[in-house]
């Protein structure tokens, strides 16, 4: 989804370094999500917040941060990437349907694919 | 924590009717379903969304029995560009802005002429 973006979509880094995934939305949204994808495992969900001044771990937040810098903006590092974070990652936002569902629907970026050598 | 299983792959023949089931044996009384759609070098894409009963959108179906432990996405007439991973997901809604969001692991279909 064009309103959805990732920076960079693909990046090779080395045992040990910091790195940097940015995501940009311009829907609007309140609620961004960050995912790593892997073959056969589906998505699982590493971090997500709702505004600015709220962010929560999600199944797998070991060895990832996140920040929040604006509505449109929420960046997920790597403090020190380690081979087995080798993935694709996605980037989401999502809008609320509310009762009765309470459903949300989520819009995903590109993705980044990351190789940690 | 919610668990999803999804069959690993179908085949199918343009113009069919496909049918994919998820197991969520242990949903929660307001966890909600939804499905969405993943082409090669692209984010997943929402298909369609649900509580219980029947949804229908202009693109697919999705049925959820009464018991809600399983959801069936219904997919008329594909055509040979509805080759994709299809997810599952089950959300789980608790107080203020916690979530549990799990994936199936997805279903691989492919249309054949």
């Known amino acids: 989804d064009a309103d959805v973006t990732q920076t960079p979509r693909n990046r090779i880094t080395k045992t040990g370094k910091r790195i940097m995934l940015e995501c940009s939305q311009t829907?609007?949204?309140?609620?961004m999500y960050w995912y790593r994808q892997d073959p056969g495992l589906g998505l699982r969900l590493i971090y997500y917040s709702f505004d600015v001044k709220d962010i929560n771990k999600g199944e797998i937040s070991d060895g990832y941060s996140v920040s929040r810098q604006a509505q449109a903006k929420f960046s997920l590092s790597l403090e020190s990437a380690i081979p087995n974070q080798t993935a694709l990652y996605f980037c989401?936002?999502?809008?609320?349907?509310?009762?009765?569902?309470?459903?949300?629907?989520?819009?995903f970026g590109p993705g980044t694919r990351l190789l940690v050598l | 924590l919610a668990k999803t299983t999804q069959p690993i792959s179908m085949d199918s023949y343009e113009g069919q009717e496909v049918n994919i089931t998820c197991s969520h044996n242990?949903?929660?009384?307001?966890?909600?379903i939804t499905w969405y759609q993943q082409f090669p070098s692209q984010g997943p894409r929402f298909i369609i969304q649900?509580?219980?009963t029947k949804v229908t959108n202009e693109v697919a179906s999705l049925f959820i029995p009464a018991d809600r432990k399983s959801s069936t996405l219904s997919l008329p007439r594909v055509s040979l560009s509805d080759t994709a991973v299809y997810y599952c997901?089950?959300?789980?809604?608790?107080?203020?802005?916690?979530?549990?969001?799990?994936f199936g692991s997805g279903t691989q279909l492919t249309v054949l002429p």
């Open positions: 242990n949903i929660a009384t307001n966890d909600y």
């Open positions: 997901l089950v959300g789980r809604l608790y107080s203020g802005s916690a979530r549990q969001l799990t």
């Open positions: 649900g509580y219980k």
């Open positions: 829907k609007g949204h309140d609620r």
């Open positions: 989401a936002t999502s809008d609320w349907t509310g009762p009765p569902l309470g459903g949300e629907t989520q819009y």
